[in-house]
């Protein structure tokens, strides 16, 4: 395998007359979290797809784990933990029938005891997911995506709908996973936490890539203060993107 879990060149996904991904070149190494930043209608989620192959992309190239996500679907999915900006569970089903159904499609050794405890998620393991909160459901997918110690884990929005201890369990999650030698790729609008867990992060806007590189690197790179939150850095840089006439617009919505 080549020392890159994701790679993609000239990505591009248009929607009549939108471009929602505009000529992306990533690369995402073996070893890293990298986390996927931009502003609502980036294309965040439609990048995601198209690594999936849940959105087929109109141009360019995408590999991940070495594999061409429509070619080689079965093999890629076996090898990573995804979790979707929109998931269904199953109502009418606990927690353990829904990890028991991963283990089984992965063929995993993983236990439902174990994954749930390592979200949170113990004591609803029993609990029908019809009577699931929103935090619940996300840390149960969550969970879902951590079985069979995937090599790649991929994560949209992983914070959404979680309260102060979960967003501090995904970001120990995401260390833990990291330390065990999986990639991570998040994408996020939670930027408090991004510094905190991420060793590189991209700015998509628009579809484009308009920025990449280390917490660090960006900050020299944006016209912030030396001490400049990653918040202060990504409107800088967002900012910077969008033609004058038009920021005031982005900057309401
Ligand atoms: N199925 C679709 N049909 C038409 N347009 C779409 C479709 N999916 C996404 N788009 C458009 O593509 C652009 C990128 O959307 P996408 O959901 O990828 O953004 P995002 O960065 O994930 O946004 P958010 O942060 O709000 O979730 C938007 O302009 C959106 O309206």
Redesign the pocket.
């Known amino acids: 395998m080549t020392e890159a879990v994701i790679e993609t060149d000239g990505l591009t996904k248009r929607?009549g007359s939108?471009v929602?991904v505009d000529d992306l070149d990533l690369t995402v190494s073996h070893d890293e979290i990298y986390g996927f930043l931009?502003p609502?209608?980036?294309?965040?989620?439609?990048?995601i797809g198209m690594l999936m192959d849940y959105v087929r992309p109109t141009a360019g190239r995408v590999r991940v784990l070495d594999g061409d996500p429509q070619a080689d679907v079965v093999e890629v999915h076996d090898r990573l933990g995804i979790l979707p900006?929109r998931y269904s569970l199953y109502d009418g089903h606990t927690a353990r029938q829904h990890l028991a159904l991963v283990i089984d499609t992965k063929r995993a050794n993983d236990s439902p005891e174990k994954l749930l405890a390592r979200v949170g998620l113990s004591d609803a393991i029993d609990q029908d997911v019809a009577t699931f909160s929103q935090g619940m459901e996300q840390r149960l997918a969550l969970a879902m995506a951590l079985a069979d110690e995937p090599d790649l884990l991929v994560l949209d929005e992983p914070f959404t709908g979680l309260d102060p201890h979960g967003v501090r369990t995904v970001r120990e999650i995401v260390h833990e996973e990291n330390d065990r030698g999986a990639a991570v790729f998040f994408?996020s609008?939670v930027l408090g936490q991004v510094e905190l867990v991420c060793d590189r992060v991209g700015i998509?806007h628009r579809g484009r890539l308009v920025a990449q590189g280390t917490v660090d690197e960006l900050r020299t790179r944006a016209d912030v203060e030396g001490d400049a939150s990653v918040e202060e850095i990504f409107v800088s840089i967002t900012d910077e993107a969008t033609p004058a006439d038009e920021r005031t617009a982005e900057g309401d919505r």
């Open positions: 929607y939108t929602a931009g609502n209608g980036a294309g965040k989620s439609t990048t900006d994408s609008h998509l």
